[in-house]
């Protein structure tokens, strides 16, 4: 017997972000929901209170909102938070004319509102994100993670480029702390397309990736390993971002992602870190799906999350990549293992179809008040409900 499925009001904005993460979501969810888009991008007048919309449109289970529609009426603190977007390029001049009631009324709704921050930047939050989410009355899903919050006693030490204008700002840990409600937070990791998911490569030398912008761990394994490459034999390889001036272009930004998931591929081992604050940004999911054997700088309490020392990818610091890779360039069978363990965990456990299937079973079991708090187990969602039993979402 096949379950109807659950109507929600999607109030969203619709662009592209330079992360790709939160478009699959966003447009992934009419295969688990029947969705009612509202908001910038999904039709061109916005005139009507939310609560109105809910109204004229419903009946809804559920509400789902992204951010961005929270920072409606702070006109300079909204347009800081989309300068890096389409939408910039889109809407800005005249979004704050054209949609004088959006999304008033949201508060008035009386079924269950979700907050799906899915763009979130724990770099960049500032006061009012922080009092935004401590003040909404429901659940916040997304990348604020209280199992990897990692406090001012565990962040790196000595840091360089990037990180080292970010030391100032909260850690993870004192954001969490902030907004007080621990249940109300559910840490959602990002999560990978099919597309992404490539075939593995037979490789006869030895190369090394290093992707993305240069945080200290990252910069410390280019300072020590290109030099030598010659000496080792090691191929090593470094991708940073093209230049902001095109990532308001789609084109661009989608040749950006292909180009970055090639890379990858082509090489047999990749190293990323979490940056200072040990965080598990998407180059953790996005390296082992691309074929590449993940060798990583961890972020606090991988294994939670199904990440698994030697299994399934490599931990090591910067000084200890060479060694690493020279271990397994001796031990084939030891290094695909990893590789074909690594790009089980993420079509197991961290596909888009699979985080947005525990997005519908955590709906459900609030459209039906039951839900009380939940837990990651080696890569599993697990929800509680109000009797106290543990169930697997998926």
Avoid at 147 to 157: Q, S, T, V
Avoid at 322 to 337: F, N, Q, S, T
Wanted: hydrophobic content about 35%.
């Amino acid at each position: 017997m096949t379950m109807s499925k659950l109507r929600i009001l999607a109030l969203f904005t619709n662009f592209d972000y330079i992360n790709p993460n939160p478009v699959y979501i966003k447009n992934g969810l009419t295969r688990f929901f029947d969705v009612v888009y509202y908001g910038p991008g999904y039709s061109k007048v916005y005139t009507d209170r939310v609560d109105k919309v809910y109204k004229d449109c419903g009946p809804f289970d559920a509400v789902m909102i992204d951010t961005f529609p929270l920072f409606f009426k702070e006109r300079k603190e909204f347009q800081r938070n989309i300068d890096n977007t389409t939408l910039c390029l889109k809407y800005s001049r005249r979004f704050h004319y054209e949609y004088p009631n959006y999304p008033m009324g949201l508060y008035n709704i009386d079924a269950p509102l979700f907050l799906y921050p899915a763009w979130f930047d724990p770099y960049a939050v500032d006061d009012m994100t922080i009092e935004i989410i401590r003040k909404f009355p429901g659940l916040v899903i997304g990348s604020i993670g209280k199992e990897y919050a990692a406090g001012r006693d565990e962040i790196l030490k000595d840091v360089v480029g990037p990180d080292a204008r970010m030391i100032y700002g909260r850690t993870i840990k004192e954001l969490v702390e902030e907004i007080g409600d621990l249940k109300k937070l559910i840490t959602f990791p990002f999560s990978i397309q099919e597309k992404e998911y490539l075939q593995p490569k037979r490789h006869k030398l030895a190369s090394l990736v290093i992707p993305g912008v240069r945080y200290t761990c990252r910069q410390k394994a280019v300072e020590l390993l290109k030099p030598v490459q010659d000496q080792t034999g090691i191929k090593v390889l470094t991708q940073e971002n093209i230049s902001n001036l095109f990532i308001h272009w789609t084109s661009i930004n989608k040749y950006r992602n292909w180009r970055h998931r090639k890379c990858i591929n082509s090489s047999k081992y990749a190293y990323t870190c979490g940056s200072m604050y040990r965080y598990p940004l998407r180059k953790f999911f996005e390296i082992p799906a691309a074929g590449s054997l993940l060798i990583a700088h961890p972020f606090k309490n991988h294994e939670l999350f199904g990440f698994k020392h030697m299994q399934n990818f490599v931990s090591a610091e910067p000084e200890e990549i060479l060694g690493v890779i020279e271990m397994l360039e001796d031990d084939a069978d030891m290094y695909d293992k990893i590789v074909s363990e690594g790009q089980r965990l993420i079509k197991e456990k961290h596909m888009t179809t699979v985080r947005l299937s525990q997005l519908r079973k955590i709906v459900e079991s609030v459209v039906n008040n039951d839900y009380d708090d939940y837990m990651w187990v080696d890569g599993d969602l697990i929800i509680k409900d109000r009797s106290g039993k543990m169930i697997v979402a998926k």
